[in-house]
């Protein structure tokens, strides 16, 4: 579905009036128009009940602000037209020393304000704690490494890894547990869960459930390199039969993660496509972990 932005500046294509109202607008479609990927693909259109979570907190932080910028945005034209130069019929009295009432609406709402925020925020960080539990039954246990310039996703239960993509259930949650192989790296899905930094030598969680079938984008945050604008990846939310199904037939007919292929994934390199393997070593995760220590532990850890 289009966003409004979208429909404005096709009507303004289509119009060939060239009034003062719709040449500004058109001015400013290019502006309205990046807003368009967000509202498709941002934590607006959450798909999972963390982003639903953070988008409630946004609006109602939003409608609070109101009252922040509400009266400056309105005040501030009124005061200008009133004391403009050529109004000579109002005095102007500069030399005034106190008043309770102008105190009064400078201290109180901002401190009202200051105090609601102060309560609302501090119960939902604890909410959207990035380790805390995601309702819905038992997680799916899913171990993430990030490398130079890929995703590994490793299903240790199931013996299988993913590379730049990740498969979930609808409806259940998914517990993941991170680490990098390289540098600092930081994993944001902006439709399922917010963002979360990544250490070599250091493992960190991260806890989301998708609620709607349907392909997520993923991506690195933090710049790495060359190849950082297309270490990105993809979340596939599917129904518990299918992503049982995917886990089986990956399990049995997906090529082994064998030395050539652990090799190939530790290089300094993008890959085209998604790949799957079978087989997975058991201590994978923890081998990159110990060996992550030097600039080339991406090379080590995977031997």
């Known amino acids: 579905m289009r966003c409004r932005a979208c429909r404005i500046s096709r009507t303004l294509r289509l119009n060939g009036t060239a009034s003062v109202g719709r040449v500004a607008l058109l001015l400013l479609a ?17 798909a999972g009940p963390v982003t639903a979570e953070q988008r409630t907190l946004f609006w109602t932080v939003a409608a609070i602000l109101v009252f922040v910028a509400g009266p400056v945005l309105i005040l501030t034209p009124i005061i200008a037209w009133h004391y403009r130069r050529s109004n000579t019929h109002d005095a102007f009295r500069p030399d005034w020393t106190f008043s309770w009432t102008l105190e009064g609406f400078i201290w109180i709402p901002p401190i009202l304000i200051v105090g609601i925020l102060a309560v609302l925020l501090f119960g939902a960080t604890h909410r959207l704690d990035p380790y805390r539990p995601v309702a819905g039954g038992r997680p799916l246990e899913v171990q993430v490494i990030a490398t130079d310039w890929k995703w590994l996703f490793i299903y240790p239960d199931a013996g299988v890894t993913s590379v730049n993509r990740l498969v ?24 399922l869960t917010g963002q979360i930094y990544m250490m070599a030598g250091m493992t960190t969680r991260l806890n989301l459930r998708a609620d709607r079938a349907g392909d997520y984008r993923g991506r690195n945050m933090q710049y790495n390199g060359s190849g950082f604008p297309e270490q990105s990846f993809v979340v596939t939310a599917v129904t518990a039969d299918r992503f ?18 652990q090799t190939l994934l530790a290089e300094r390199a993008t890959v085209g496509t998604a790949r799957t393997y079978s087989r997975v070593p058991s201590n ?12 080339d532990h991406a090379h080590r850890a995977v031997r």
Not at 30 to 46: M, R
Not at 168 to 191: D, E, H, K, N, Y
Not at 244 to 261: D, E, I, M, Q, T
């Open 168 to 191: 979930v259930p609808i409806g259940r949650p998914v517990s993941l547990t991170l680490t990098s192989a390289t540098v600092m790296q930081s994993l944001m899905i902006p439709r």
């Open 284 to 295: 994978l995760f923890a081998t990159v972990i110990a060996n992550s220590g030097g600039r």
């Open 30 to 46: 290019p502006l309205l128009l990046g807003g368009c990927a967000a509202l498709d693909h941002g934590f607006l259109a959450a």
């Open 244 to 261: 049982r199904g995917w886990l089986a037939a990956n399990a049995r007919s997906a090529p082994a993660l064998g030395a050539s292929a």
